[in-house]
């Protein structure tokens, strides 16, 4: 998650521990995107000088996204509330 998706490790192990396992919830995944996303718009009205961070946060942004997106639609448990990342 910290390689991939940009979080912390408290974050990581946070989201791990309250969802028993390899699973993240759809809630914290949204607000993960949410957050990349805002940082972008925030990068992009920058100069040249946050390209680097623009470029990585993107990705962050792109991954969370289409992990939520496909996320929901396959690979939800029959709750909904969380997906699993193994």
Known sequence: MEKLLGVTN???TWEIG???GG???ISSLKKLYERHFSRCNKLEDLADEE???LRQ???Y???AFL???VGVTIFANKSN???SLI
């Open 10 to 12: 408290g974050e990581a």
């Open 18 to 20: 309250a969802q028993w």
């Open 23 to 25: 699973n993240v919830s």
């Open 51 to 53: 390209e680097e961070e």
């Open 57 to 59: 946060t993107r990705e």
């Open 61 to 63: 942004c792109l991954r």
């Open 67 to 69: 992990l939520l997106l």
């Open 81 to 83: 509330k969380h997906i």
